[in-house]
């Protein structure tokens, strides 16, 4: 039952950004924007008692706009500037969920484990704000690249490859946030 209820929370929270970047490529522009709404509107009306918290608004902001980003631009600009373009939304969302009284990175964390972190605790504050703007970092990062290679032939092959294992490989780090807390920590980061 537990699984279950974690399963839901973080389709509610993440299905419509999941359906951009893992169905998006697949469909046409119009239909994954029409899915996109559909799925943050199941999420919103599942979520009508408890509310919307920061990270729903800005996560579902994001695949909104991210959907949207190819009816905009399909015609006018180039597939590895929609990329670069993709890339700076993702790292604006992050950007932003660094601000405010927690990041974004510690209202997930906070979620996943049901309860708040210890307010005495500001290591942990810390570190989860530097995190969301390590993925701020990498997203501009990704844009970079893509606009520096993007343009040249053969950089296809590159960034094909080298993209997706770059995503994954952030993935990996932060599903394993007590390993890079501990490093941090050792180096003196944070304290």
Not at 89 to 106: I, N
Not at 149 to 159: M, S, W
Request: hydrophobic residues 55%; aromatic residues 12%.
């Amino acid at each position: 039952m537990l699984n279950r209820q974690i399963l839901l929370s973080a389709l509610s929270e993440f299905g419509a950004l999941a359906l951009v970047w893992l169905m998006g490529p697949h469909m046409s522009p119009h239909l994954a924007f029409a899915a996109t709404v559909g799925v943050i509107m199941v999420s919103a009306w599942r979520r009508r008692r408890d509310g919307r918290t920061r990270a729903w608004w800005t996560i579902n902001g994001l695949a909104l706009s991210l959907a949207l980003l190819p009816l905009l631009t399909d015609k006018i600009v180039q597939s590895f500037y929609q990329a670069a373009l993709a890339n700076i939304l993702c790292a604006g969302a992050f950007a932003f969920g660094a601000s405010g009284p927690r990041s974004l990175l510690q209202e997930f964390a906070e979620a996943r484990q049901g309860f708040s972190f210890d307010p005495g605790r500001t290591d942990i504050s810390h570190f989860l704000r530097l995190y969301t703007l390590a993925w701020t970092a990498f997203f501009v990062l990704r844009a970079s690249i893509w606009v520096l290679c993007g343009g040249h032939d053969g950089a296809a092959t590159f960034l094909q490859l080298a993209m997706p294992l770059s995503f994954a490989l952030m993935l990996l780090l932060s599903f394993k946030g007590a390993w890079v807390f501990r490093i941090m920590q050792r180096v003196g980061l944070i304290s």
